[in-house]
């Protein structure tokens, strides 16, 4: 089973609220992931947590908080957000490793920002 | 710095018909992963393939294969019988092998849209 799933499917939202994305894996999977993808283009890597830690994080601004509260959970927590932050998000999970250590994707929430 | 090239941005095919798809990439290490991967309008990303790069044999996949040559930095994907289910945009993906920290990164090409005509 390579399955990543992620709710809700769609999410609008004005630019003062709060929200949360989230992601869930039971593949036993130590490493997750957020990406932002626009319309034609290629995901762009925002968070990395390996073991729950957060590893990498790329340069995104502070209105993007992520959380990994345990092995199989990974939110995106969302704050005053503009409009140019509307895109789909995407959460992926891999083993870590070497061999072993491909990404698998979850759906992805759509983000409209108002 | 790594990087993924994807020369193609739109192909078109005839069903039951075989397509390649383009990708090189630049690297300077010389143990890597090669990926591709498929996101039909439904928008998951979905992993088409992987090759290792110490291995000389093309990875095959069902329907799908690829055409590995390390000393020209060139991983192209091979689809045969296309079917109407094969339309989507496919991303080629790097991936160093050094375990850890900011090597965990793919990093994507800019996609080629792949249109299957019946």
């Known amino acids: 089973d390579t399955e990543v799933t992620q709710t809700p499917k769609h999410l609008v939202m004005g630019m003062t609220n709060k929200k949360s994305l989230k992601c869930e894996q039971h593949?036993?999977?130590?490493?997750m992931y957020w990406y932002k993808q626009k319309a034609k283009k290629p995901p762009e890597l925002m968070f990395v947590?390996?073991?729950?830690?957060?590893?990498i994080n790329e340069s995104v601004p502070s209105r993007f908080s992520p959380e990994c509260p345990n092995s199989s959970l990974l939110n995106l927590h969302l704050h005053a957000l503009q409009p140019e932050d509307s895109a789909l998000y995407l959460c992926?999970?891999?083993?870590?490793?070497?061999?072993?250590?491909?990404?698998?994707f979850g759906p992805g929430t759509r983000l409209t920002v108002l | 710095a790594q990087t993924v090239t994807q020369s193609q941005p739109e192909m078109s095919v005839q069903e039951a018909e075989t397509v390649t798809l383009s990708c090189t990439y630049d690297?300077?290490?010389?143990?890597?992963?090669l990926f591709w991967y498929k996101q039909p309008p439904s928008r998951q990303m979905i992993l088409v393939i992987r090759?290792?790069?110490?291995?000389?044999q093309n990875a095959t996949e069902n329907r799908f294969s690829v055409n590995f040559q390390k000393a020209a930095k060139s991983f192209s994907l091979k689809i045969s019988d296309s079917q109407l289910g094969d339309a989507a945009m496919y991303f080629c993906?790097?991936?160093?092998?050094?375990?850890?920290?900011?090597?965990?990164?793919?990093?994507f090409g800019t996609g080629t849209l792949l249109a299957v005509q019946p």
């Open positions: 947590y390996s073991y729950e830690k957060l590893s």
């Open positions: 992926a999970s891999s083993q870590l490793g070497l061999a072993t250590d491909t990404q698998y």
């Open positions: 090759q290792e790069a110490y291995k000389q």
């Open positions: 993906a790097y991936r160093s092998a050094i375990y850890g920290g900011a090597t965990n990164k793919l990093i």
């Open positions: 690297t300077s290490e010389s143990d890597y992963y």
């Open positions: 593949m036993g999977h130590r490493a």
